[in-house]
DNA sequence: TGTACATCAGTGAACGCGCGTTCACTGATGTAC
DNA sequence: TGTACATCAGTGAACGCGCGTTCACTGATGTAC
């Protein structure tokens, strides 16, 4: 039978608390930066304990940009009547100052991008995934052009995909400047010509 | 009058090379995860000297950024006959397997991005002034559309330095695989869109 | 009803190691007289 | 020509600290008989 001191489910509880504190201080301070110390006395608990819920730091990195990915899938889901203001949404909201100044709930390939291709094997096949999701949702919703000239739905989604993570990177170096500012407001008039299906020439 | 054990310039020679080794350690390992042992060691000197030569590691830091930036200014500012050309060289060598597979000598902004907010106050300023001069640069060479219809050329130039950006860092998340050569190849076709004038509609 | 035992989430001290930085010192050279 | 001294790039040991990880232990609970 099962013996409990604690409340049934209460260890998972505890795992999932060690994963959102590593979420938001990974996003904030960094991986690297940020030690298993500064994780568990977040959630309250010693370093030691750490252990008993993952094999390493590296598998903690795993479900902290797992879990990212799917805390920001609200934002995205939002359903609109209409495909173009659907993006239009995701875009406005994504290359946003908000989400420049919001690091701790930011989308983890903003805030983690040049830490992840060092950070384990675990990491890439997951970006892999949430990339295809996120690219794909888009490429649903993008309109062909009328005599289906390049770039194509895919490229155009694929490449709005590496410009809003590129600008809100790249803002965030910038700080709270008007250059920082500039630089996600031109990415937002720029995407508009993705957005819009191509035209012959 | 100047004494010298060494030959003269010997200082200046060693502080060059502890840059150079910590422009390839940086981008390759990632600011926090190179310590100065390391940086020092690659040049062939012990750790307490780097001490006569810079302030701290975050003063360092400011070197490396802008003389990363600096090394890729020759292959930028190679002239074509053809503004579109030039622009298009630029977009196929930035946005390329070459560019993701050599972290070492990369732009930095690919490789450190996302820990440059937290490297120190100098970086800031340091990645503004080398933004508006590539964006400056691009914005030069791109046409206006026949009826000045938006995004603007400067708008489009900063989409641009965002999207390269973005592409290349994410490419390098996804390793060597077949998702991460398509969002290269897929940004440079989708960046098309973008060094065409805007047509109106 | 009472007692010996099993369970297990978490503790806390310790492991070896590397971090950024400081500082008294070295040793090869040149200058002064 | 010889000797005392100044210069200075670099050495190497030490500072306090935090890292990721291990492990014997604690203590509250439930089970067995």
């Known amino acids: 039978m099962t013996v409990m001191r604690y409340p049934a489910g209460h260890k998972e509880h505890s795992r999932e608390r060690i994963v959102d504190a590593a979420a938001r201080l990974f996003r904030t301070r960094g991986i690297t930066a940020t030690g298993i110390d500064a994780v568990m006395a977040d959630v309250g608990l010693t370093a030691g304990a750490f252990y008993a819920h993952f094999k390493s730091k590296q598998a903690l990195v795993g479900e902290v940009v797992r879990k990212s990915f799917v805390e920001g899938r609200p934002r995205v889901f939002s359903p609109e009547d209409d495909d173009r203001k659907w993006i239009q949404g995701v875009l406005r909201r994504y290359v946003s100052r908000a989400h420049r100044d919001?690091?701790?709930?930011?989308?983890?390939?903003?805030t983690l991008i040049s830490e992840l291709p060092r950070a384990g094997e675990a990491v890439q096949p997951i970006v892999a995934e949430e990339l295809e999701l996120y690219a794909g949702l888009l490429e649903e919703k993008l309109e062909d052009g009328a005599e289906r000239t390049a770039p194509t739905r895919r490229q155009r989604a694929l490449g709005l995909c590496?410009?809003?993570?590129?600008?809100?990177?790249?803002s965030r170096v910038l700080g709270k400047t008007k250059l920082s500012d500039e630089v996600l407001s031109?990415?937002?008039?720029?995407a508009a010509s993705l957005i819009e299906p191509p035209v012959a020439r």
């Open 102 to 110: 919001e690091p701790e709930t930011a989308c983890p390939l903003t």
């Open 162 to 170: 590496a410009m809003m993570v590129g600008a809100v990177a790249l």
């Open 186 to 190: 031109a990415t937002r008039a720029a």
